[in-house]
């Protein structure tokens, strides 16, 4: 080793140089070849850290055999105590070999093994891609973010294990036997819970308006412009609040229900909506009445969701109660016409009217409302036997999806009815960008090639405003400022007003106000869910009138 070190060390001095100090003192400067010396330096490293790992592992050897010299030592341990320690030692080698082994494989499948790619079923969303390599991505951090986000979202058998994962965690909810069975996944949290004490009778009616109004509805392949005042100036006003936009009507944070066995299974999303809000909608939908004027009808539709009609009652004193809201939305209503479908919901509860797995309603549930609406409003309204009627089977919606993957639930699946009107082929629908923009000729239903999206099947997305110019000549345009409860209702007014357009409060940049006249609107309905109604969600509606 020593002569190894000198050959090393060869041709490393380059030169040597006597310097003499002022004490008289002499010292060698030596010139060094830079290069050669600095791997000298990492070569004497690399030897200093091999010999460490062979210090570690000789130092582990050693342990293990002084603990088997201490475990098999005859002067504590008779003979069968010795075997059963063998025993015990050979066993604890082979489960980390079985471990190690386990983790190989498994490794090897996440590699080898086709990865879960497009529409997850239990998510009710589009799985992860690999993220596309660009200069900006590298740089900003995005790329690597996203190998991760593919690497941990598109897990082979992913939905095999999901559903494992389901009938296990089941083990853990809370469970009441029998036909009042209930599996509450989440925490419950806290439910403002109030009670309506006034009363929601009216003194004065309010007058419906038949007529026509004067409009500037461009066709679909102009570029309409309707957010500019009559009086050619533009204003700005701050919103009342910004909000995230909410891509789904259904989760909140007071847990999900799952009531009920076999085919009377059902997932309900708890409420626990507040009078404020409810004070905030009624007043906000006021202003659309005095904006608009005497001419055109603003209609106020509250929507209940399952949660009303099929809570156990033993548990409805944890939540708040929705016909509580809607009355006290109800008293605060100036000019605005009530369209009162809790009542009619509540008499045909018993038909199949919600899903039991999704949050929304069944187009059943809307066919009932609509008629009550176009009753109120003085329309026609065909009736359910002229539709075509469309069954699509297994549909499991988003409430499946938050419930963890309910077993049960999965087990009996809902049966999704959607109706087409006869005028349907008379129809001309037209979508537009949250702009009112860049209109394009459509239809009014598709083909939903996934189960959970079966929603969908009209209108197809909330993110565009949609024109349906129907054949039913009786000069009335209803505009409808909705969430996705709302979509449903589209399809069974078709043969009420002579022009339908379609606005998702989360979705649409121009001005409401100045949009309602601009398409000369004669009516103007507002059908949300209670989970709009009575929440932060109200904001959307005044950020609309006043953006």
């Not at 060869?10 to 400067?29: A, D, M, Q, Y």
């Not at 959607?418 to 960008?433: A, E, F, G, R």
Request: with cysteine; glycine share 6%.
């Amino acid at each position: 080793m020593k002569e190894k070190r000198n050959n090393d060390a060869k041709g490393i001095v380059t030169g040597v140089e006597v310097v003499n100090s002022k004490e008289g003192k002499e010292t060698l400067n030596l010139s060094l070849d830079s290069q050669k010396y600095k791997k000298l330096q990492e070569k004497q490293q690399k030897n200093r850290r091999r010999a460490a790992r062979k210090q570690a592992v000789d130092n582990t050897k050693k342990s293990i055999k002084n603990k088997i010299r201490s475990e098999l030592d005859t002067s504590s341990h008779n003979e069968k105590d010795r075997e059963i320690m063998t025993y015990k030692l050979e066993m604890q080698f082979i489960n980390v070999v079985a471990i190690v082994l386990i983790i190989a494989v498994i490794s090897i499948m996440l590699i080898v093994v086709k990865r879960e790619s497009g529409m997850s079923e239990h998510d009710n969303r589009e799985l992860a891609k690999f993220p596309e390599l660009t200069v900006e991505s590298w740089f900003d951090g995005s790329f690597t973010s996203g190998i991760t986000d593919f690497y941990t979202d598109t897990i082979p058998y992913r939905e095999d294990m999901l559903t494992f994962s389901s009938k296990f965690s089941q083990l853990f909810g809370l469970k009441l036997g029998g036909a009042d069975r209930v599996v509450q996944h989440g925490n419950l949290g806290e439910v403002e819970t109030q009670t309506f004490t006034g009363s929601t009778t009216t003194t004065s009616k309010v007058e419906i308006f038949t007529g026509t109004q004067s409009t500037t509805t461009p066709k679909p392949e102009t570029t309409p412009d309707v957010t500019t005042p009559e009086n050619g100036t533009t204003t700005t006003t701050t919103p009342v609040t910004t909000l995230p936009v909410v891509e789904d009507d259904g989760r909140l944070s007071n847990g999900i229900l799952i009531v009920g066995e076999g085919e009377r299974v059902r997932a309900l999303e708890g409420y626990g909506g507040s009078f404020g809000y409810g004070n905030s909608y009624a007043s906000f939908v006021n202003n659309y009445k005095k904006d608009l004027g005497q001419y055109v009808n603003v209609y106020s539709m509250c929507i209940p969701t399952a949660f009303a009609f099929y809570c156990p009652s033993n548990l409805r004193e944890n939540y708040g109660d929705q016909l509580d809201n809607i009355n006290n939305i109800r008293t605060g209503l100036d000019g605005v016409i009530d369209i009162d479908i809790y009542s009619v919901l509540e008499e045909k509860k018993d038909e199949y009217i919600y899903s039991r797995t999704d949050h929304h309603w069944q187009p059943l549930g809307a066919f009932y409302a609509a008629q009550q609406f176009a009753s109120v409003a003085q329309v026609d309204f065909k009736d359910l036997s002229t539709y075509e009627k469309v069954v699509e089977e297994d549909f499991l919606g988003t409430l499946y999806a938050y419930s963890d993957y309910d077993a049960e639930l999965k087990k009996y699946p809902d049966t999704f009815t959607y109706y087409k009107p006869s005028n349907n082929n008379q129809l001309k629908v037209t979508y537009y960008d949250t702009d009112f923009r860049n209109g394009q000729a459509s239809q009014l239903f598709f083909k939903a090639y996934q189960k959970i999206n079966l929603y969908s099947s009209f209108l197809g997305t909330d993110k565009q405003i949609a024109h349906v110019n129907t054949d039913c000549n009786n000069g009335r345009t209803l505009v409808i400022f909705k969430d996705s409860f709302g979509n449903a209702l589209v399809p069974f007014l078709t043969g009420s007003f002579e022009n339908i357009y379609v606005v998702d409060l989360r979705y649409f940049t121009p001005n409401a106000i100045e949009f309602c006249k601009n398409v000369g609107a004669t009516d103007v309905l507002f059908a949300t869910c209670m989970f709009t109604c009575s929440s932060q969600k109200v904001n959307y509606i005044e950020n609309l009138r006043i953006q």
